[in-house]
């Protein structure tokens, strides 16, 4: 009998499973998982001391927790780690690979000049009023969607917009693990 065809063959999960992201050292699941908290390794860090994980969602809540027990300094220090979106870095390809992706998949590497403008300008007034980017776990969201959530996001008072940037932060950890670990 022939060996099925490369098309024929189930896919192969590359997703480590919950065991396997336990059985790392902490150096190990840094290296693995600092990058789902953008340019902020201590999140993974401070999650990895949080093993044993039940599941991959005691996972997510770990990377969570380890937020939510940071100070505010941390907090905004993670919240500025974030690119604009379709901002002067992710046109000139110097954001992270996770963000990249996600934002191609918004469909922001596609932007018309005046809708190009309209998020520079949405950027800079944004982070006037908020001092930190406008985040949006992008995934599944079109351009549309996005500008929707800028324009009804930039009139939110600074604690109540720090507090959903978080949980925007959150939501974006949330999808990255899930690209990265078995349920």
Known sequence: MADPSPSERPAV??????????????????????DVAEHSPWVAERAAAMRPFADREAMIAAFAAAVDAAGEAAQLGLLNAHPDLAGRAAIAGAIADDSRREQV???????????????????????????????????????????????????????????????QVKRIFRFRLEDRVQP
């Not at 190009?116 to 969607?145: E, M, Q, S």
């Open 105 to 167: 998949g918004a469909g922001l590497d596609r932007l018309t000049a005046a809708e190009h403008a309209r998020f520079l300008d949405l950027n800079d007034r944004y982070k006037a009023r908020f001092r930190h980017p406008f985040i949006l776990a992008v995934k599944g969201a079109t351009k549309h969607d996005i500008l929707a959530a800028f324009e009804a996001r930039i009139g939110n008072t600074p604690d109540i917009e720090r507090a959903t940037a978080l949980t």
């Open 13 to 34: 999960d590359a997703r480590l499973s919950v065991a396997a992201v336990d059985a790392l050292d902490v150096t190990a699941f840094v290296a693995r998982f600092g």
